[in-house]
T-cell receptor, first 117, second 114 residues
Framework: NAGVMQNPRHLVRRRGQEARLRCSPMKGHSHVYWYRQLPEEGLKFMVYLQKENIIDESGMPKERFSAEFPKEGPSILRIQQVVRGDSAAYFC???????????????FGEGSRLTVL | KQEVTQIPAALSVPEGENLVLNCSFTDSAIYNLQWFRQDPGKGLTSLLLIQSSQREQTSGRLNASLDKSSGRSTLYIAASQPGDSATYLCAVRQRGGGSEKLVFGKGMKLTVNP
């Protein structure tokens, strides 16, 4: 069972360009979370999605950022008109549906490191 | 609002020492607590997960405890090795409210010197 797959692992963009980060959850997982890690800071929650639904986007900046998790295909975090402050590591995590017998453990990908020049 | 704190931010010890890493959280309404390890430039590796109804979990040289009423968890590392050098992150999973996101501490950078 492959783990959470993120790509690209490294992405360089110039200011004003768009960045698209992809995340394929573990097989059987229907919940996806995106986190951002700025240099020397902890991981900050951005958005929580289930298939075709955004459940919680309270950590997502109101402008330029969007996320989706379509019925088919990976989850995508999209950053439009990137600025230098968007440079960070973006981590995706997935978990199965939480039930009485399910630990609700989150599994993280290796991250996508965005550098904005 | 849930806040997770890890103190100290960094720790440097000689090889062989037994270590205790501390984590505290402000809201006891949690689903579970998870300890992670992060190596430089890498992703997060889950070490131990403790459900809110549990008191502790063990895996090899690692033991994690949870005291939900006091809002504390500790990660115990026995007989530390240089390979244990990494940043250790504590995270709690919120209960209820329609969102079960993890809230992370800032981590503790551990260096084990040979």
């Amino acid at each position: 069972n492959a783990g959470v797959m993120q790509n690209p692992r490294h992405l360089v963009r110039r200011r004003g360009q768009e960045a698209r980060l992809r995340c394929s959850p573990m097989k059987g997982h229907s919940h996806v979370y995106w986190y951002r890690q700025l240099p020397e800071e902890g991981l900050k929650f951005m958005v929580y999605l289930q298939k075709e639904n955004i459940i919680d986007e309270s950590g997502m900046p109101k402008e330029r950022f969007s996320a989706e998790f379509p019925k088919e295909g990976p989850s995508i975090l999209r950053i439009q008109q990137v600025v230098r402050g968007d440079s960070a590591a973006y981590f995706c995590a997935s978990s199965p549906v939480t039930t009485r017998t399910n630990t609700g453990e989150l599994f993280f990908g290796e991250g996508s490191r965005l550098t904005v020049l | 609002k849930q806040e997770v704190t890890q103190i100290p931010a960094a720790l440097s010890v000689p090889e062989g020492e037994n270590l205790v890493l501390n984590c505290s959280f402000t809201d006891s309404a949690i689903y579970n607590l998870q300890w992670f390890r992060q190596d430089p430039g890498k992703g997060l590796t889950s070490l131990l997960l403790i459900q809110s109804s549990q008191r502790e979990q063990t895996s090899g040289r690692l033991n994690a405890s949870l005291d939900k009423s006091s809002g504390r968890s500790t990660l115990y590392i026995a007989a530390s090795q240089p390979g244990d050098s990494a940043t250790y992150l504590c995270a709690v999973r919120q209960r209820g409210g329609g969102s079960e996101k993890l809230v992370f501490g800032k981590g503790m950078k551990l260096t084990v010197n040979p």
